[in-house]
């Protein structure tokens, strides 16, 4: 490290125009925590003063000639120790030590830590005008609160029925009130659903590879849940008609727009392939399409397609935030829709009252329209990211959704990728959870959303770039 002195006191190099170069070899210990022990040494010396600006960790890595990895989990571990922060545009700095290390992005966004890619998230808005507009819609809600707090007749108020028919149409679903039902959150209503038209030992469809929370419910009724057959474009509706000559189903699930986790979209083409195949052999369609907004031209819904056998289920937490806990769910007939109420209201009481006022408020005012808006521009930003930093070839991902699904390269395992994303303070999801039968694929989840923004999905994307063009055989020794 070239050295200077200001004053007999020792003065950070890079202001003589010199780079911070540890001694890593002095630590004895792995190369990640050598470089955070000779950042805290540096700091308490006086080598390094706070305000100092760090090299990159690209850079940084080329002049030590270690793994970009490894020194991105030094940084991380600076990090965790309160030693560093990052600063949007900027660079990472030094910090004074005594302060804690940051965890979570400051309110300007200005500070950069450990990124959690695990939990499938929309982004959350931070236009000043658009919080503010929603913080208001709370305020407003304080007038009726005694109101709101009592309990409620099952299915919400005239008001946020209507709410939720003009939420419904904006999607091309015109269903009339009497098929309608408010429910506190999406696996609500799956639950309901798959108890009434399905009995222990029954048979469900899903797709291969699916989200996880179908596989709960079916074990929580002792459904057994049987895999579809899929390729690029989806469930294979050739695969479904042959299982539907074996096992009977009572219905299939699906997810059938930007489908967590593998992203993909069934086209009308092979929603009416599908549909054709119900049809033929009396399977229930249960439409879990939890993406429904976020994508500006969305095919046709299963519901609009063949609403007579369609359960359809239209949860608001991937498009205004998981924390409403509310959907709308949309049943076949007036008929099955009266049992179905039954068993909502025996199960959860009803929906929040705050929950769906706020919702309802937002709906009718337009404050709803707002947040997909943001939702879909901001997804679409962090899209642009992943295009630009990860190999072409690893992953699939659409431009208007907010998670990546990543097919790993040779050589690679989920369960190695993973723990390598954990050692750099990243979070990843396996392919485990999502498989319902056979050897679950060496593949992991991306979520582009939640409260980090788009430096720290810079950052992250960057380390995990790196890692998929790399060997694992260069990260064994640091795991």
């Known amino acids: 490290m070239t ?8 003065v950070p190099s890079d202001i003589v125009g010199g780079m911070w170069t540890p001694d890593l070899k002095r630590w004895g210990k792995p190369h990640y925590l050598a470089i955070a022990e000779a950042l805290a040494d540096d700091i308490r010396t006086g080598r390094l003063t706070v305000g100092t600006r760090l090299p990159t960790q690209r850079a940084l890595a080329e002049v030590l000639d270690l793994n970009f990895t490894t020194v991105s989990r030094g940084y991380v571990e600076a990090h965790k120790r309160g030693l560093i922060e990052g600063r949007v545009g900027q660079g990472t700095f030094v910090i004074d030590p005594v302060r804690p290390g940051r965890a979570t992005p400051s309110k300007d966004g200005s500070r ?3 990124v959690d890619f695990t939990m499938n998230l929309p982004p959350e808005p931070d236009a000043p005008a658009l919080q503010a507009r929603m913080q208001a819609s709370f305020a407003e809600l304080s007038s009726d609160l005694s ?14 029925k209507e709410a939720a028919l003009r939420w419904l149409k904006g999607r091309g679903i015109d269903a009339p009130r009497e098929r309608l039902l408010i429910c506190p959150g999406a696996h609500s209503a799956l639950f309901s659903v798959l108890g009434q038209i399905a009995r222990p030992g029954d048979a469900i469809c899903a797709e291969r590879i699916t989200y996880p929370g179908i596989r709960s419910l079916a074990a929580h009724l002792g ?17 479904f008609a042959a299982v539907c000559t074996k096992v009977a189903p009572k ?10 986790p593998t992203t993909t979209t069934l086209s009308r083409t092979r929603r009416q392939a599908i549909i054709a195949v119900a049809r033929r052999y009396a399977v229930t369609i249960i439409e879990d399409d939890a993406y429904a907004r976020i994508c500006p031209a969305p095919p046709p819904s299963f519901a609009e397609l063949a609403p007579e056998i369609t359960y359809y289920v239209a949860g608001l937490a991937k498009c205004l935030g998981a924390g409403l806990r509310l959907a709308f769910l949309v049943a076949p007939s007036a008929r099955s829709a009266l049992p179905l109420a039954g068993a909502l209201r025996a199960a959860t009481v009803m929906a929040s009252p ?13 404050t709803a329209d707002a947040v997909v808006q943001f939702v879909r521009e901001e997804s679409a930003a962090r899209q642009r990211i992943a295009v630009a930093l990860l190999p072409a070839g690893t992953y699939t991902a659409d431009p208007h ?5 990543i097919t790993l390269p040779e050589g690679w ?8 994303g954990r050692s750099a303070g990243l979070g990843v999801v396996a392919s485990d959870p999502f498989c319902v039968a056979g050897i679950p694929p060496e593949a992991v989840r991306l979520c582009l959303g939640g409260p980090s923004t788009r430096q720290q999905i810079t950052q992250g994307l960057e380390v995990l770039a790196h890692a998929l063009e790399g060997s694992p055989a260069l990260a064994s020794s640091y795991i």
């Open 3 to 10: 050295s200077a002195t200001r004053g007999g006191r020792p």
């Open 112 to 114: 950069i830590g450990p």
């Open 147 to 160: 109101n709101l707090l009592r309990y409620q007749g099952f299915g919400g108020t005239d008001e946020d």
């Open 223 to 239: 459904l057994r849940l049987v895999d579809l057959p899929m390729d690029q474009h989806g469930v294979d509706p050739d695969g």
């Open 251 to 260: 219905a299939i699930y699906l997810n059938p727009l930007l489908q967590n």
């Open 354 to 366: 705050i929950s769906t006022s706020l919702a309802t408020r937002w709906i009718m005012d337009g």
């Open 401 to 405: 959704g907010f998670h990546v699904w």
């Open 413 to 420: 395992t989920r369960s190695a990728f993973a723990s390598q």
